[in-house]
């Protein structure tokens, strides 16, 4: 008997955005003045017609567990959704209904990697892809991206072996804001064939694109249904990051896998959020427009200021609500009263303590010499934030 911890539990980081914020609350309890930009969700209210039908589902009493994947009216919706939006046709139980895209890429990652099994990861990466596959049992490959945030497909030639199971991408994409152009898609899909991998398609900020950039979704191209395992959900499309409620899509045996996994920790996602998705879904879709729009002003915005700091370099914010810019200038330079500063952690430290400003270093995304941006928030607090981190990164000696 022992009542040391798992050794499993060793390897696992806290999520950095997590730690972040609990250092953000405490300054503000200290009556600091702290702007941030580290949170991950829009600013919007969910939509008032989402709401109506998730206090109708209560008044209703569709308050009691549901099936392991899902009820069949959002499994039908989330049919049509893919079906007219990404041009491919699923079959119910091709679809699982999930706590969350977070709780849904983790069951497919439990679906098909076990000890031993390797997933490759492109870097910068979504903080928590590495730790869900650790803690699934498998092992996390991290390959480098080219500069400009696009795929480098010989580096994950070179990286695939006898153990490799899946490639694991988001499009748009947290933390670059890249968008994967289609020939890279479709490159990417002659790859996964060719070695006979998974690609796990986390596509939740589909929505969220700006200008000519289009989403392009890996399971529609001929032939890759059965290999893609999709993964979406309503946290950042409809404002829904409370409702805990997202899904996977995929091969059959695939999907009740990871229904396995939901069956055993969670029973089903929660009922109320389900029926609210199905207004989400199958009703008005203005306000997803109108957000995108305030986004799209927003990122011109953001793109604008940060390009005009000399020493950022911020490449075209593509999609999602997130810049990530290259600060490497800014680094073994002497600031006042602070002392030479050496990395991006350091940098964001000192951004947070001395000019009351919260954002996340690249390190958490395994990309050190970056800094990464929300722009969930409102232009006012854009504007009071951006002149904060101006202020800081100039206060260096030369
Ligand atoms: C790339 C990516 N995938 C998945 C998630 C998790 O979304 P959900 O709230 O649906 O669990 C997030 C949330 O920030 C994300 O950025």
Partial sequence: MSTSLSARMSTLRVSPTTALFARVEELRRQGEDIVSLNVGEPDFPTPENIKEAGIKAINENFTKYTSGNGIMPLREAIIEKLRSDNGVNYEANEVA??????????????????????????IPCYVSYPDMITLA????????????FSLDLEAIENACNEHTKAVIICTPDNPTGKVYAEDELRALAELAVRKDIFIISDEIYEKIIFGANRHFSLSSI????????????FSKTYSMTGWRLGYVCGRKDVIANAVKIQSQTTTTPPSISQYAAVEALNGPQDSV????????????YVQKRLGAIQGVICHEIQGAFYAFFDIRYFLGKEYEGIGTINDDTELCTYLLEKH???VMPGSAYFAPGFVRISFAS?????????????????????
């Fill in 97 to 122: 209904v999930m706590v969350g895209a977070k709780q849904a890429l983790f069951a497919a990652l439990c679906a098909i990697a076990g000890e031993g099994d390797e997933v490759i990861v492109p």
């Fill in 378 to 398: 409102s232009m006012e607090v854009l504007k009071m934030a951006i002149d904060r981190i101006e202020t800081g990164l100039k206060a260096h000696k030369c």
């Fill in 289 to 300: 427009r109108m957000m995108v729009e305030e986004f799209q002003k927003r990122k011109d």
């Fill in 356 to 358: 009351h400003v919260a």
């Fill in 137 to 148: 049992g498998g092992k996390p490959v991290l390959v480098k991206r080219k500069d400009d």
């Fill in 222 to 233: 001929e032939g890759m249904k059965d290999r893609v395992i999709l993964v979406n959900g």
